[in-house]
């Protein structure tokens, strides 16, 4: 079980996790994505979809079910704006119940968080205290761009304080970033990894052109060695 949050919205998190299916796929790990909220889509959940077109599968029968999108909304938004512009609230219970099945099912599940950490659920609720209390581990998505320092910490910090174990940080190529901004990013990075005590948790992943065939990225500093 793995738990897939960015350092903000837009951030490569979708990408990051049809990445990670692929390799698991190629090791033969009989696993599945779920996508925790879908905010800004009505039907199906587009990242899912991303999902299954990165790693190659086709629908699977949990989606077809629903298990993998249990909460979906409209508008583009935090899940709690999301919702309440819908006049609902996001049902955690039913995240729960959709997990729990996928979880019985699957020998591994990852799941694709909306935005950051602290996005909200609810008024009362953030992402982070979800995960939280339930013990998923943290994959964080991040970019290799000027300023992405500082999100990388911050949401590493917020991890830490709330116990949140974290298995690695999956950090993005920007384009057209001076390699010394780039390259800083990542020492940062594996600074931070290393005094959470996962020194060699960290994936790159290079900058995928538009219409390009996904590339095969090593997710073992992750996942660590993986059998199906």
């Known amino acids: 079980m793995f738990f897939f949050s960015g350092t903000d919205t837009g951030i490569g998190k979708t990408v990051a996790v049809g990445l990670a299916?692929?390799?698991?796929?190629?090791?033969?790990?009989?696993?599945?994505?779920?996508?925790?909220?879908?905010?800004?889509?009505?039907?199906?959940?587009?990242?899912?979809?991303?999902?299954?077109?990165?790693?190659?599968?086709?629908?699977?029968?949990?989606?077809?079910?629903?298990?993998?999108a249990p909460q979906i909304f409209r508008f583009p938004a935090s899940p709690a704006l999301a919702a309440a512009l819908q006049g609902a609230a996001v049902d955690t219970g039913a995240i729960d119940r959709a997990v729990a099945e996928c979880r019985r099912r699957r020998s591994l599940v990852l799941v694709e968080g909306a935005g950051g950490l602290l996005v909200p659920l609810s008024d009362s609720l953030s992402t982070a205290d979800f995960v939280a209390r339930r013990g998923w581990p943290l994959v964080l998505?991040?970019?290799?761009?000027l300023g992405s320092i500082n999100h990388i910490l911050l949401s590493l910090e917020a991890a830490e304080r709330r116990g949140i174990s974290v298995a690695g940080v999956v950090l993005h190529a920007s384009p057209g970033e001076d390699p010394r901004i780039a390259d800083d990013a990542e020492r940062a990075t594996r600074r931070a990894l290393a005094a959470l005590g996962v020194p060699d948790s960290l994936v790159r992943v290079p900058r995928i052109p538009d219409g390009a065939t996904p590339p095969a990225v090593d997710f073992s500093p992750v996942f660590g060695p993986v059998h199906g």
């Open 21 to 68: 299916s692929r390799w698991l796929l190629s090791r033969g790990v009989d696993h599945v994505t779920v996508k925790l909220v879908q905010t800004g889509c009505d039907g199906f959940s587009e990242d899912l979809l991303a999902h299954r077109a990165i790693a190659g599968l086709p629908e699977q029968p949990e989606d077809r079910e629903g298990l993998t």
């Open 141 to 145: 998505v991040a970019t290799d761009r």
